[in-house]
T-cell receptor, first 110, second 114 residues
Framework: NAGVTQTPKFQVLKTGQSMTLQCAQD?????MYWYRQDPGMGLRLIYY???????DKGEVPNGYNVSRLNKREFSLRLESAAPSQTSVYFC?????????FGNGTRLTVT | KNQVEQSPQSLIILEGKNCTLQ??????????LRWYKQDTGRGPVSLTI?????NTKSNGRYTATLDADTKQSSLHITASQLSDSASYIC?????????????FGKGTTLSVSS
């Protein structure tokens, strides 16, 4: 049982480049989330999807877009990466509680 | 503003010793409180979940307490092991169905040394 799988694990981008972070869960959960984690700060919600076909903004959505491709997959896209988006990105899923997290994508924007 | 404050920010203890981590919150309304453990380079993993009516919940050597009146929770680790070295995150839910219902603390980094 893989749980929540994120790809890639590491990525280095140059300012202005674009990329998509992939997330898939095999627990048949309706809700999926994207968080970012920065040193000295708690996890901050970027976007979430309460169910297939719906997405909503979280606390820090600027500079990001998401797609809930199907019940299993929820992707996060950076259209024009900025150094301020250097962070660790976590995808999570849940069915009521608790959250199940992937192991993160470590993104560096130079 | 809904907030979750954790203390201490970091802690170093010797293997075999006990320790207690603190979480104070100002989230309203309150639905439940969760403690997560995050190993270095990994995603957080749930340890315990407590609702308003629960005062204590244990998970092996981890015991969480909740005082809903004072809006405080603690996580007590007994007979610490090297594998307990991690960040411990307190998360409070306001009970809404929105994805924004969860408010995260910044975590306490615990280092257990031999």
């Amino acid at each position: 049982n893989a749980g929540v799988t994120q790809t890639p694990k590491f990525q280095v981008l140059k300012t202005g480049q674009s990329m998509t972070l992939q997330c898939a869960q095999d627990m048949n959960h309706n809700s999926m989330y994207w968080y970012r984690q920065d040193p000295g700060m708690g996890l901050r919600l970027i976007y979430y999807s309460a169910s297939e076909g719906t997405t909503d903004k979280g606390e820090v959505p600027n500079g990001y877009n998401v797609s809930r491709l199907n019940k299993r997959e929820f992707s996060l896209r950076l259209e024009s990466a900025a150094p301020s988006q250097t962070s660790v990105y976590f995808c999570a899923s849940s069915e009521y509680s608790p959250l199940h997290f992937g192991n993160g994508t470590r993104l560096t924007v130079t | 503003k809904n907030q979750v404050e954790q203390s201490p920010q970091s802690l170093i203890i010797l293997e075999g010793k006990n320790c207690t981590l603190q979480c104070n919150y100002t989230v309203s309304p309150f639905s439940n409180l969760r403690w997560y453990k995050q190993d270095t380079g990994r995603g957080p993993v749930s340890l315990t979940i407590m609702t308003f009516s629960e005062n204590t919940k244990s998970n092996g050597r981890y015991t969480a307490t909740l005082d809903a009146d004072t809006k405080q929770s603690s996580l007590h680790i007994t007979a610490s092991q090297l594998s307990d070295s991690a960040s411990y995150i307190c998360v409070v839910s306001d009970g809404s169905q929105a994805g924004t219902a969860l408010i995260f603390g910044k975590g306490t980094t615990l280092s257990v040394s031999s």
